[in-house]
């Protein structure tokens, strides 16, 4: 089936680690995003990625770090520097620039907990 | 810069009622998407419905009808006849001119929609 998989859906972290959150798609899109919520916050995006080998912070990017070496691939690396990272973290895709529709396709999630 | 202001945190209503979700937006653009989305409690968004600036004909979809009207910069969704399984969390969403969302899409904060039995 295409779509879009993150994981782990659960991941527990001691203050100081770092992490990774995975996502991967086989909808052959050419945009991939990171988005983070928390309650009563909405979606608020992390990183985007419209092209391979590139991407753009978004509105909340301190402490987080991406990479897009493969296009179906946007790990997301959760960093010590980042204050507050116990949230619900949620990958999607979009076929990207030049299709206008704007319809986002989203993973299951992954929520982070720091002990 | 563009804003979605779901101004309803929480809505609950009794199965069979009518229930309408507010959706107010800001943009500059004069070509934008609107979009809702569903949340269930898996987490999934899940995608309802995408209008462009330039159609103000209101949609039905089943049960789920939409209502877009620009002067008022508002796109609200209604739900007729409710049951317990439209209980989730409801965003409303807007993209740029580029249309793609390749720069992602602005979410409101969504609206937690509980039906009751």
């Known amino acids: 089936d295409g779509g879009i998989t993150q994981s782990p859906k659960y991941l527990f972290r001691k203050e100081g680690q770092n992490v990774t959150l995975s996502c991967e798609q086989n909808l052959n899109h050419d945009a991939m995003y990171w988005y983070r919520q928390d309650p009563g916050q909405g979606l608020r995006l992390i990183y985007y990625?419209?092209?391979?080998?590139?991407?753009q912070k978004g509105d909340i990017a301190e402490g987080y770090s991406v990479s897009r070496e493969k296009k179906e691939s946007f790990p997301l690396t959760v960093t010590s520097a980042q204050k507050n990272p116990t949230a619900f973290y949620l990958c999607?895709?979009?076929?990207?620039?030049?299709?206008?529709?704007?319809?986002?396709?989203f993973g299951e999630g992954s929520r982070l907990t720091v002990l | 810069a563009q804003k979605v202001t779901q101004a309803q945190t929480e809505i609950s209503v009794v199965e069979k009622e009518d229930v309408t979700l507010d959706c107010v937006y800001e943009?500059?653009?004069?070509?934008?998407?609107l979009f809702w989305y569903k949340q269930p409690p898996s987490g999934e968004l899940v995608f309802l419905i995408r209008r462009n600036s330039f159609d103000e004909q209101n949609e039905i979809s089943g049960r789920y009808s939409w209502n877009f009207q620009k002067s008022t910069s508002s796109f609200n969704f209604t739900i007729t006849a409710s049951q317990v399984v439209d209980s989730a969390v409801y965003f409303c969403a807007l993209s740029g001119a580029s249309g793609g969302g390749a720069d992602g899409l602005t979410f409101g904060k969504g609206t937690h929609l509980i039906i009751q039995p």
């Open positions: 943009t500059r653009d004069t070509t934008y998407y």
């Open positions: 990625s419209q092209i391979v080998n590139d991407f």
């Open positions: 999607a895709s979009s076929p990207g620039q030049g299709i206008p529709t704007g319809e986002l396709f």
